[in-house]
Structure formats: C-alpha cells, structure tokens
C-alpha cells in the first residue's frame, strides 16, 4: 500500500501511535486523504496487474471479502502523519485454505549476523531495501498450485466504494468495469496474491528468487535465503 500525506494533522500527533487504526471519525475527519490513500493502494492492483472484473455466475466460486485497512504513518517531522490504505482480502474464508502451500523460509539470525560481519570485514556497503506493494508483484495465481494438485484460485468480493475510485484511476480505463447498477453482481478474479491469502509470501518469494536466478545470482547452501553473485 501507498501512503499520502495528510494536510491537518491530528491534535495529538505526539500520544498518536504508529500503525493505529483510524476512528470512524477520523476517516470522516480526513476524507481527502483518505480517498487519496485509497487510490493509490488501487493503483498498485491495476499497475501489477493483479486483478480482473467478472461477474459473478453460479455459485461454485472461491470468493472471499475483502476489506479497507486505514492507519496512521509517521513520516517524520516534515511531513507529519499520513494515511496508508491497505486492502486486505479475508483469507478465513479461502476454501483452498487447508490444502495451499504456504510455508516461505526467511533468512536465519545466524545468515543475518554472518552477512553483516561479511560486510564489516571486507568492507562492503550494506542497504536496505523496502519494495512497494511486494505481494502484488508474486508469482501469478495461474502458476501456483495447492498441495493436493489443484491450480489456485481465487476471488473477492471488494468493498463498494472500490468501483467508483477504479473508474477515476487512468491506468484502469483499459479495464472491464461493471455499470453503476449491476455493480452487486460483479467481483474480482485475482490474478496475483493479495494481502490476507496464506500463500501470497510463498508466491512473493518465488518470483523473486526466480528474477535473482534469472539474473546468475545463486543461494547459499547453508542458507538459501542468501544469494550471492
């Protein structure tokens, strides 16, 4: 999700804790921003190609709800408190849930500290890296399967104000849009992992491994979340 910044800052920014949700009033309050938040996280959806109209027919279909997530970001004392929205998908209700591979190994304590040291001794410049909407840049739904065989698949049913803001978004005018009174019978087939499905760091992984490989990067045997080239 993408963050904006917003123009009257809270009272009591100082007692105001990071990634607190946002009040009932508070979204009344900040409205602006928070339709601009909104935006941009719907943004990342249509840049990544991460979703697709459809209308919903029978009712054999994987569809989980989704929901909007507002926060407050500290973004330091030149740009105050700002709004991140995040839209999250209910995974509970994914019927492929039991059987979804999900298990996504992360780099050890020890590779961590092995690394740094690495680094200090040979004089290397170490960065930190933060990647925008990283789930939704994972291995595509189409090529992930669930541990019994079965492709993966999934669709959502998106909060009602998602179609409007879609319709004022340019890189979405290219997109299948239902009209304003057909707007109940028409959900999302995910092409990518959201946020809120099991396996979306599983698939996120994937893909970037894929890429580094991709590029002769190669994991380290004794931990295969370290590539070196």
């Not at 009932?24 to 409205?31: I, L, M, Q, R, S």
Request: glycine share 6%.
């Amino acid at each position: 999700g993408e963050s904006v910044k917003v123009y009257s800052v809270p009272a009591n920014r100082k007692e105001k804790k990071n990634n607190a949700f946002l009040s009932p009033a508070e979204e009344k309050e900040h409205w602006k921003a928070v339709l601009e938040a909104k935006t941009k996280e719907l943004q990342n959806y249509v840049v990544h190609q991460a979703i697709r109209a459809v209308q919903q027919v029978g009712a054999h279909w994987n569809i989980m709800s989704a929901k909007w997530i507002l926060t407050w970001k500290w973004g330091g004392d030149k740009v105050g408190w700002k709004i991140k929205a995040r839209l999250v998908v209910r995974g509970f209700q994914d019927l492929q849930g039991s059987d979804v591979q999900k298990f996504s190994p992360t780099c050890s304590r020890v590779g961590q500290r092995l690394l740094v040291s690495t680094s200090v001794l040979y004089g290397w410049s170490l960065q930190s890296v933060d990647v925008s909407a990283a789930f939704l840049q994972g291995q595509l739904l189409s090529e992930a399967e669930t541990g019994g065989g079965e492709q993966r698949q999934v669709w959502a049913k998106p909060p009602k104000d998602v179609w409007d803001i879609l319709r004022g978004i340019p890189e979405a005018w290219d997109m299948i849009l239902p009209d304003v009174k057909e707007e109940t019978s028409w959900i999302w087939a995910l092409l990518k992992a959201a946020y809120g499905l099991d396996d979306a760091p599983l698939l996120w992984k994937r893909e970037l491994i894929n890429y580094l490989y991709s590029k002769l990067w190669t994991s380290s045997k004794y931990d295969t979340c370290i590539l070196y080239k």
